[in-house]
């Protein structure tokens, strides 16, 4: 049985496993019913599991029984990735497996990552024999914006053994990857995911004597568009970036200046030196146009996700086993985009990639972007992501010794 055929063969479990953790999502760190399925499964499979990594982390350790290699030859550990987590989103869907939790909803796929990940312990656990080395499978709480990858690490996910490399996916119709399709990119992949406030100080009046007052209002457009200029003529117009203004809270009535006014903004970007680069800028803009207009600015700047930089060896070698899976026309060149994923903050500790695998199906009505509250995917697709997990683990493991592929 080839290891296509080995996924293709617990298709069920693996759709199974999804629709009950689509059924009952959980919203960033909380995810406790999700990990306990995760945990028992796990343990009917006979893989060693610790709980509570990083509060509700899930982390497997899967040993291949093959004999030994070489004396002193060192055992290799590659690790799997897989976020829990859902949205708050109201589900739009009308699946008869739809959300059963009033306001939230597994919108960005998490929900397959997870059955996936599953489905490759299922199968390598299966194949334990014929493999020399360490799986470790993470399942990780908290990644839309509680940065709960973060806290898995600080809790040990990373250690004991410390893994040669690591893989993560995810599905939807990210990087322009069709159905079926699996896309890697070495290199940036996805932008760090900052965020900031600017608090200005003005002095309130009658919207009758502007002159009376000092109007932050007027203030803020200002610093709106003066931000605007960080990245249209302060950085190289080949390195990505985006300042956004997201949200200006101020004033109460039509005919009242205020005294205040609250800006909030994202900033994204692939480089990781642009960080304080840009939170100099924004502060020194800020401040400046405010004082030249009487006011005055205060920011507040925090460092979000890191850019997701995927390694180029390991992101080659778990193309070509996609390709061994998939074929190699379907195995594609990922776009980059400006979105974030705390996968980063792994590959910025161990070499790994994070690739993409398309389940969108428009024949089928399933066309709608991850985070909407109409978002499916093709299951007919989730068996292929577990087989290439499986396979990128084959070959990682077998690369040595007698368990190469011939």
């Known amino acids: 049985m080839t290891v296509r055929e080995a996924a293709k063969a617990i298709e069920s479990k693996i759709i199974g496993w999804r629709r009950e953790v689509h059924r009952h999502p959980e919203l960033q760190l909380e995810t406790v019913k999700t990990a306990a399925l995760v945990s028992s499964a796990l343990r009917e499979m006979g893989i060693e599991v610790r709980e509570g990594v990083g509060g509700n982390g899930v982390v497997g350790l899967l040993r291949g029984e093959a004999p030994s290699g070489a004396p002193g030859e060192a055992v290799r550990t590659i690790a799997l990735r897989a976020d829990m987590d859902a949205l708050p989103v109201k589900e739009e869907t009308g699946l008869p497996y739809a959300s059963e939790v009033p306001g939230l909803m597994h919108a960005c796929g998490h929900d397959a990552h997870v059955a996936m990940l599953l489905g490759a312990a299922q199968v390598l656990s299966d194949m334990r024999k014929q493999f020399r080395g360490n799986v470790k499978f993470i399942f990780q709480p908290g990644e839309e914006g509680a940065g709960g990858a973060r806290l898995m690490i600080e809790d040990g996910c990373l250690e004991d053994p410390r893994p040669d490399a690591i893989v993560g996916a995810h599905v939807g119709s990210l990087w322009n990857v069709g159905n079926g399709q699996a896309g890697f990119r070495p290199g940036p992949l996805m932008a760090a995911s900052d965020r900031f406030e600017v608090f200005v100080q003005g002095m309130g009046g009658h919207g009758a004597a502007p002159h009376a007052s000092v109007d932050p209002v007027v203030v803020a457009s200002h610093i709106v568009t003066a931000l605007q200029l960080i990245v249209s003529r302060e950085i190289n117009p080949t390195e990505p970036a985006v300042v956004t203004v997201g949200a200006i809270q101020a004033g109460t009535a039509n005919n009242i200046i205020p005294d205040t006014c609250l800006m909030k903004g994202t900033v994204r970007y692939?480089?990781?030196?642009?960080?304080?680069?840009?939170?100099?800028?924004?502060?020194?803009?800020?401040?400046?146009?405010?004082?030249?207009?009487?006011?005055?600015?205060?920011?507040?700047?925090?460092?979000?996700?890191?850019?997701?930089?995927?390694?180029?060896?390991?992101?080659?070698?778990v193309r070509a086993s996609a390709a061994k899976i998939v074929g190699e026309d379907n195995v594609v060149t990922a776009g980059t985009t400006m979105g974030a994923e705390d996968m980063s903050y792994y590959l910025e500790r161990v070499p790994g990639t994070f690739f993409a695998i398309g389940t969108g199906n428009e024949a089928k009505g399933i066309m709608y972007p991850n985070h909407h509250p109409k978002f499916d995917l093709d299951e007919e697709v989730l068996y292929l992501g577990t087989a290439i997990f499986v396979q990128a683990c084959l070959d990682f493991l077998g690369e040595e010794g007698p368990y190469k592929e011939k």
Do not use: C, Q
């Open 270 to 317: 692939m480089k990781r030196d642009l960080g304080p680069f840009i939170k100099k800028r924004i502060t020194e803009i800020a401040g400046s146009v405010a004082a030249g207009m009487r006011a005055e600015a205060k920011v507040t700047y925090h460092f979000g996700y890191p850019p997701l930089v995927n390694d180029e060896d390991i992101t080659n070698r």
